[in-house]
């Protein structure tokens, strides 16, 4: 089947952590007025649009994750009004932007969940939840074994109105976000109304959180194994019962109705963690959604072989579908890969890093992230990138724990520090108060003294820095259209994958030797060539056929 065509197919996608990337007012946390003045470094460095992690009114119990209200925007960030202005500016900079939909669950500060709170078992306002009895004859064992992804049990006990303890609510992550009810008609009607509420403002797409859980298997089954977010979902492996179901598919070709209803290609993203890549490609088949995250090409080991696997895999099971395959290294969830790439086990996915850890070669991880990403941008089909790495933004990963604000720190008693290494605030100057992320040294994570020399400023112009390898990268993408193109393999072996693409020939050298680039003109190189004009280690090289 041949691959649907349209801006997305090929774009490169920036997504943005409003609380980290730019603060207006120097209350140390980024908001929507901080983004529209920045939009023009995006515009200079050449994605093709933005995704905006969540900015809704919200507690903050998972840095916004946790949603209040679906239709308006938290004052820590701004208002509506600078939304509108923010998607404004980015049309006029040639950007489109995508907003953050987290249908899973809602705040437990949500007018509904309130209302299910005092309301009586049985009643509409708790159908719109997961509500269970107890087991046992006092109902004080949980309903099943269901663990959170952030630590320890997915359910929690509610004392009723009289005082007596009652029902248990289901929360797959934290206490403060309730798992909603989708077989219940009244939640899938709330959210194609929100869905037009955003595409009526002029948004261009949605990328869905946890796009995989929305359906639980009925029976609520026990589930054995360990409750992480992509246990069970390997080929060899049952489905795990609160993922990956296959009800999910019916609310998505529904949502795609809506956004085909408006002019304009409006684009649905599935942040879906499921393998193998057959089960993802699901996802995206002409009905439904546009893209999906590939996180198994993020997990992948860098060596050859691995890296061949998961491109060949992917291409092969997007395309059965007739979708673009959408390529991701780094996000606000996993290790930042300049980090992750340079740990001594390659592959995996380890919840944070912190003080007292074993702790990442930073020359290698960077070296290897630029390598990595040449070859992700000569791919065809979409990519992400999150934001700072185009700086060559490393884990904080010595962040002092008391500043940890991931529920992972504390629901797992200390045991994993979760995400919050990724999450630093961004720096643009190098001798400005909080590197320029905001008019005063404020900061809702510390900054790391070390990133005066990653700044914007330090890199701007200056050939070979990361900030201007990714420009250059970007640019070249664009003119000779690597997103729209077919890759054609020349080598696969143990040490080096080469391919062509668009009239281009890619080589990544992974072994420990240099070796000849391809014959033709060298456009661009992750790292300079050696002496004797050969390919170093970990480095990817574009090369226009002779």
């Given at each position: 089947m041949g691959v649907a065509h349209g801006w997305w197919t090929e774009a490169v996608i920036y997504q943005i952590y409003p609380r980290s990337f730019a603060d207006s007012d120097g209350d140390g946390i980024g908001d929507l007025p901080g983004i529209t003045a920045r939009l023009g470094h995006l515009a200079e460095l050449g994605v093709d649009a933005v995704w905006l992690s969540p900015f809704y009114p919200s507690p903050q119990a998972d840095a916004g994750y946790d949603v209040a209200d679906?239709?308006?925007?938290?004052?820590?960030?701004?208002?509506?009004?600078?939304?509108?202005?923010?998607?404004?500016?980015?049309?006029?900079?040639?950007?489109?932007?995508?907003?953050?939909?987290?249908?899973?669950?809602?705040?437990?500060?949500?007018?509904?969940?309130?209302?299910?709170?005092?309301?009586?078992?049985?009643?509409?306002?708790?159908?719109?939840?997961?509500?269970?009895?107890?087991?046992?004859?006092?109902?004080?064992?949980?309903?099943?074994?269901?663990?959170?992804?952030?630590?320890?049990?997915?359910?929690?006990?509610?004392?009723?109105?009289?005082?007596?303890?009652g029902q248990w609510y289901l929360h797959l992550f934290d206490t403060a976000q309730p798992d909603l009810n989708w077989d219940n008609p009244e939640i899938r009607a709330e959210f194609l109304d929100v869905l037009r509420f955003w595409l009526d403002r002029g948004v261009d797409g949605f990328r869905v959180d946890v796009a995989h859980g929305l359906i639980k298997q009925a029976d609520l089954?026990?589930?054995?194994?360990?409750?992480?977010?992509?246990?069970?979902?390997?080929?060899?492996?049952?489905?795990?019962?609160?993922?990956?179901?296959?009800?999910?598919?019916?609310?998505?070709?529904?949502?795609?109705?809506?956004?085909?209803?408006?002019?304009?290609?409006?684009?649905?993203?599935?942040?879906?963690?499921?393998?193998?890549?057959?089960?993802?490609?699901?996802?995206?088949?002409?009905?439904?959604?546009?893209?999906?995250?590939?996180?198994e090409y993020l997990l992948a080991a860098w060596t050859a072989p691995a890296q061949y696997a998961v491109i060949t895999r992917s291409l092969e099971a997007t395309d059965a579908?007739?979708?673009?395959?959408?390529?991701?290294?780094?996000?606000?969830?996993?290790?930042?890969?300049?980090?992750?790439?340079?740990?001594?086990?390659?592959?995996?996915?380890?919840?944070?890093?912190?003080?007292?850890?074993?702790?990442?070669?930073?020359?290698?991880?960077?070296?290897?992230?630029?390598?990595?990403?040449?070859?992700?941008?000569?791919?065809?089909?979409?990519?992400?990138?999150?934001?700072?790495?185009?700086?060559?933004?490393?884990?904080?990963?010595?962040?002092?724990?008391?500043?940890?604000?991931?529920?992972t720190w504390e629901r797992s008693g200390h045991t994993q520090r979760g995400r919050d290494g990724c999450r630093v605030p961004i720096p643009w100057e190098a001798d400005a108060p909080s590197y320029g992320f905001g008019p005063t040294d404020a900061s809702w994570l510390p900054q790391p003294p070390l990133w005066a020399e990653y700044a914007l400023d330090r890199q701007q112009g200056v050939a070979g820095s990361t900030y201007e390898t990714y420009r250059t990268a970007l640019r070249l993408r664009r003119e000779h259209g690597l997103g729209r193109g077919t890759l054609e393999w020349l080598s696969s072996g143990d040490e080096t994958l080469i391919f062509r693409n668009a009239g281009l020939t890619v080589l990544t050298n992974f072994g420990t030797a240099a070796v000849p680039p391809p014959a033709g003109e060298l456009l661009h190189s992750s790292a300079p060539l050696d002496a004797d004009g050969r390919v170093p280690t970990d480095v990817t090289v574009w090369v226009r056929h002779s």
């Amino acid at each position: 089947m041949g691959v649907a065509h349209g801006w997305w197919t090929e774009a490169v996608i920036y997504q943005i952590y409003p609380r980290s990337f730019a603060d207006s007012d120097g209350d140390g946390i980024g908001d929507l007025p901080g983004i529209t003045a920045r939009l023009g470094h995006l515009a200079e460095l050449g994605v093709d649009a933005v995704w905006l992690s969540p900015f809704y009114p919200s507690p903050q119990a998972d840095a916004g994750y946790d949603v209040a209200d679906y239709r308006d925007v938290d004052p820590l960030f701004g208002s509506l009004a600078d939304a509108d202005a923010l998607i404004a500016e980015a049309r006029a900079k040639g950007l489109k932007v995508i907003v953050d939909l987290v249908p899973n669950h809602t705040s437990s500060a949500h007018r509904w969940f309130r209302a299910a709170v005092t309301a009586a078992p049985g009643s509409p306002e708790r159908a719109r939840y997961v509500f269970r009895d107890g087991l046992g004859p006092d109902g004080a064992t949980p309903p099943n074994d269901w663990q959170s992804v952030f630590g320890g049990p997915a359910w929690t006990r509610l004392v009723e109105p009289d005082g007596r303890p009652g029902q248990w609510y289901l929360h797959l992550f934290d206490t403060a976000q309730p798992d909603l009810n989708w077989d219940n008609p009244e939640i899938r009607a709330e959210f194609l109304d929100v869905l037009r509420f955003w595409l009526d403002r002029g948004v261009d797409g949605f990328r869905v959180d946890v796009a995989h859980g929305l359906i639980k298997q009925a029976d609520l089954a026990n589930w054995e194994e360990p409750q992480e977010i992509l246990s069970g979902n390997e080929a060899d492996k049952p489905r795990p019962p609160m993922w990956d179901q296959d009800g999910v598919h019916e609310i998505y070709r529904d949502w795609r109705q809506v956004l085909d209803s408006y002019d304009g290609a409006r684009i649905l993203v599935a942040e879906a963690w499921v393998e193998p890549a057959e089960r993802i490609a699901r996802y995206v088949r002409p009905d439904e959604m546009h893209q999906a995250f590939n996180f198994e090409y993020l997990l992948a080991a860098w060596t050859a072989p691995a890296q061949y696997a998961v491109i060949t895999r992917s291409l092969e099971a997007t395309d059965a579908v007739g979708a673009p395959t959408t390529w991701v290294l780094s996000n606000h969830d996993v290790i930042r890969h300049a980090s992750r790439m340079g740990l001594s086990a390659q592959g995996g996915r380890p919840n944070g890093i912190g003080i007292g850890d074993p702790q990442p070669d930073a020359a290698l991880g960077l070296r290897r992230a630029r390598a990595a990403t040449l070859l992700m941008l000569a791919l065809p089909g979409s990519a992400y990138l999150f934001q700072g790495e185009e700086l060559g933004l490393p884990e904080h990963t010595t962040l002092p724990d008391e500043a940890r604000q991931d529920p992972t720190w504390e629901r797992s008693g200390h045991t994993q520090r979760g995400r919050d290494g990724c999450r630093v605030p961004i720096p643009w100057e190098a001798d400005a108060p909080s590197y320029g992320f905001g008019p005063t040294d404020a900061s809702w994570l510390p900054q790391p003294p070390l990133w005066a020399e990653y700044a914007l400023d330090r890199q701007q112009g200056v050939a070979g820095s990361t900030y201007e390898t990714y420009r250059t990268a970007l640019r070249l993408r664009r003119e000779h259209g690597l997103g729209r193109g077919t890759l054609e393999w020349l080598s696969s072996g143990d040490e080096t994958l080469i391919f062509r693409n668009a009239g281009l020939t890619v080589l990544t050298n992974f072994g420990t030797a240099a070796v000849p680039p391809p014959a033709g003109e060298l456009l661009h190189s992750s790292a300079p060539l050696d002496a004797d004009g050969r390919v170093p280690t970990d480095v990817t090289v574009w090369v226009r056929h002779s």
